[in-house]
Each structure stands twice: as structure tokens, then as C-alpha cells.
């Protein structure tokens, strides 16, 4: 019974490290310095209009109906 519960043990350990390990090199995914500036700046004009698409706030008066 005990070395059925080693060897389970040892398989739960094992399973991640072994994922872990055939991980690709992040390095040969990489995009190149113009794919990242293209996108850099694509978001930027996305960021700007949504920005833009904000209506302004108007300012809160809480006793406007008061008076």
C-alpha cells in the first residue's frame, strides 16, 4: 500500500515538472521592432478614441432642484 502511494506521490510531482519542461523559447515568438511599434501605435489611436467617445461630465449639483 505504501509504494502505491510513493509512486502516486512521485507521478503528482513529476507531471508538472515535466510540463514545465517543453515550454518553447519565448525568444524565436517574438514579433519584430516594427510589428511592435505598428501595434504600439494602433493601440495608442484605439486609446485615444475611446477616450474621445467619453461624454463630458457635467458637474453634480446636489440642490439644483431645491432652489
Known amino acids: ?31 519584430s521592432a516594427a510589428e511592435k511599434l ?6 495608442e489611436k484605439d486609446y485615444k478614441a475611446a477616450l474621445d467617445r467619453i461624454p463630458d461630465k457635467k458637474p453634480a449639483d446636489p440642490w439644483g432642484n431645491v432652489r
Not at 505598428?38 to 493601440?43: F, I
Open 38 to 43: 505598428k501595434k504600439a501605435q494602433a493601440d
Open 1 to 31: 500500500m505504501r509504494v502505491v502511494l510513493i509512486a502516486l506521490m512521485l507521478a503528482v510531482v513529476a507531471v508538472p515538472a515535466q510540463a514545465r519542461g517543453k515550454r518553447s523559447n519565448p525568444q524565436t515568438n517574438q514579433p
